[in-house]
């Protein structure tokens, strides 16, 4: 006997997950206007951009940050490009 299988047309959690991205995106729209700032913090990037201009490896600069590698490797590429 084959095994039958369905889905629930509509359920709510189907609902509630087609709506999150449209709260995620009002909430980022809102958040400029309400005085807040999203993504990393200016100065975590300034302090990643000054330890690598000082000759610190891209792995150190992380672990001194607090910040991912991939962050890291991020901004020193786009300091490369700019120069």
Not at 1 to 6: E, G, I, N, T, Y
Not at 15 to 31: D, S
Not at 70 to 82: F, L, Y
């Amino acid at each position: 006997m084959p095994l039958l299988s369905f889905r629930p047309r509509s359920s709510g959690l189907q609902v509630i997950a087609q709506m999150c991205p449209r709260w995620h995106r009002q909430g980022a729209r809102r958040a400029p206007g309400a005085g807040r700032h999203i993504g990393r913090p200016d100065d975590k990037i300034n302090a990643i951009r000054e330890a690598l201009a000082a000759g610190n490896g891209i792995r150190k600069v992380a672990k001194l940050v607090g910040d991912g590698n991939e962050t890291v490797h991020r901004i020193a590429r786009e300091m490369r490009d700019a120069a």
